[in-house]
């Protein structure tokens, strides 16, 4: 389990995922893209404000778990992919949006100790941020991953419509999406599994 880790190691963690696709992944996810994940909050950003993965670092943890996720139920149920990046792609910035959503709030300073990434003792929390550019969710995420690279129609519609049927008014588009798509549905699945069996 990738919970709670130091930035760094989460960035190493990404450059071995990323290493290990390398043949199916496309080229921008090293160099410019990476340094961009990296200033824009990518594995320092919550994933919620106070439900999961509400902890510094818990966007990239979550995300991690859900492309690992979707890797192994690709495999297991041999589920047919129009690229065989998709799982990565997916699952790694389904929730992209989330890296300028929240903003931490020091609530008790803590003390960095020499050779520490890290305060020891500081305590926090994270509000909504009011500095975001972009509302919404899935389209969010899709139109901020589509500045770095060109996406295929599933994984356009697999990043929009992972909330499945907790978006009440989309639920039409979201029938429709899995019925051309059925990695829009397994998609969703990986989420929830990561959320409500993984618990990241």
Known sequence: MVKKMNTKNRIELYKRLVD???????????????DWLIDEGFFTAPASRK????????????SYTV????????EKLDI??????????????????KID???????????TYFGMDEPKGEEYHFEYST??????HGEKSVMKLAQWMQLTEEEI??????MGAYEKDTWDYFDKAIRKYP????????????????GV
């Open 51 to 62: 439900y999961h993965g509400a902890y510094e670092g818990g966007l990239f943890d979550h």
């Open 131 to 136: 500095d975001g550019l972009l509302p919404g």
């Open 157 to 162: 519609l697999c990043i929009r419509y992972h």
């Open 101 to 111: 959503q929240y903003e931490k709030v020091i609530d008790v300073e803590g003390v």
């Open 183 to 198: 990695t829009v549905l397994w998609t969703h699945t990986a989420d929830m599994i990561a959320l409500k069996v993984k």
């Open 67 to 74: 492309a690992h996720t979707l890797l192994e139920i690709t």
């Open 20 to 34: 290990e696709y390398s043949n199916q992944l496309p080229s921008v996810m090293n160099d410019d893209f990476l």
């Open 80 to 97: 047919e992919w129009e690229h065989p990046r998709s799982p990565i792609i997916v699952g790694l910035f389904h929730d992209l949006c």
